[in-house]
């Protein structure tokens, strides 16, 4: 293999340049062309290409986002958006693609892959963490430093007002944001799609931590709690139980911004150095992941389609450090 290609799909992570510069920089290692798509599977369609090479990806390592630009593509998941990007993947002369993204991205290039044998090897850029066959994905730490630094300051306004926040964060269907945002800022609770919500059972604990003296509260929400998300659950809340100020912030796409952490850049440069080396030795519809500090392949259809569970301890130790 003498040329490859690379590309971020799906929202952008914290991180996803510091894997476009492993990525490259281990293609040039071994001798091998690398082409940037910009714009993800838009991209790929289009032939919106440019060559990449170790001068590239100087000084991205610490930049937020993605260099090559992110986008969904509607057109993709056509028979006819597919054939488009095959033509152009050919006539580019470009032998397998790297994927930097989520279940998404890599359900695109599971289904490529089986009608025109193009390799992929994918590598989990998601701030959600919501992929199976990695304990983090690539953005994940640096999207729960940003919330922590938020509610953070939350928390000061909360206690200086007598108020209540509920504090809606990203995850999709996943609450792994939540969940250790929640605990790492003492949260009085956390709610997540994993577990069904009781709008009486959290006014309860509510009311609990009220006859303890507590003046101000956290309630973290995950933006696919069952219950509606944050505005939803404050409004139930406030009809039966009208003790606290209430108010409501959505930390919305702040979330996916600015430079990535150092567990972030150490991931990302892993797994991209990981993935080429992989795609060289013939691996095809994989992605890339670290599971107990070692480097595992997953195919696409088991990274995408089985669950990842939310660690049930952490849940408990929730029940026990906010009463």
Do not use: W
């Amino acid at each position: 293999m003498k040329k490859i290609g690379v590309f971020t799909s799906g929202g952008d992570s914290p991180g996803m340049n510091a894997c476009i510069r492993a990525v490259v920089r281990t293609a040039v290692y071994h001798a091998v062309e690398v082409i940037g798509v910009n714009r993800g599977y838009n991209g790929l369609i289009e032939g919106d290409f440019v060559e990449l090479k170790s001068h590239s990806v100087a000084n991205i390592l610490q930049r937020g986002g993605t260099i090559l630009k992110s986008a969904r593509s509607e057109e993709f998941k056509t028979k006819e958006g597919r054939k488009k990007a095959f033509s152009t993947i050919k006539s580019a002369g470009i032998e397998g693609i790297i994927a930097i993204g989520g279940d998404g991205t890599f359900t695109g290039a599971n289904e490529f892959n089986s009608e025109f044998d193009i390799p992929f090897i994918g590598i989990p850029g998601t701030i959600d963490n919501d992929l199976f066959g990695t304990d983090n994905t690539i953005g994940y730490d640096t999207a729960l430093n940003t919330v922590i630094d938020a509610v953070d300051k939350i928390r000061d306004t909360a206690s200086s007002h007598n108020r209540l926040f509920f504090v809606e964060v990203m995850g999709k269907d996943a609450g792994f944001i939540a969940l250790r945002s929640g605990i790492a800022t003492g949260a009085e609770a956390i709610l997540v799609p994993e577990t069904k919500t009781y709008i009486n059972e959290l006014i309860h604990k509510l009311e609990q931590g009220r006859r303890k003296s507590k003046t101000s509260g956290i309630v973290i929400v995950a933006e696919g709690d069952d219950a509606g998300g944050a505005f939803e659950v404050a409004k139930k809340v406030k009809e039966k139980f009208d003790y606290y100020d209430t108010r409501v912030v959505v930390l919305g796409h702040v979330q996916r911004g600015g430079s990535p952490s150092a567990k972030d850049r150490v991931l990302a440069s892993q797994l991209g150095n990981a993935a080429v080396e992989k795609l060289l030795d013939g691996e095809v519809n994989k992605m890339v992941g670290i599971v107990n500090n070692q480097l595992v392949l997953t195919p696409f259809e088991k990274a995408i389609k089985h669950n990842k569970e939310l660690n049930t301890n952490l849940l408990k130790l929730v029940e026990v450090l906010s009463i």
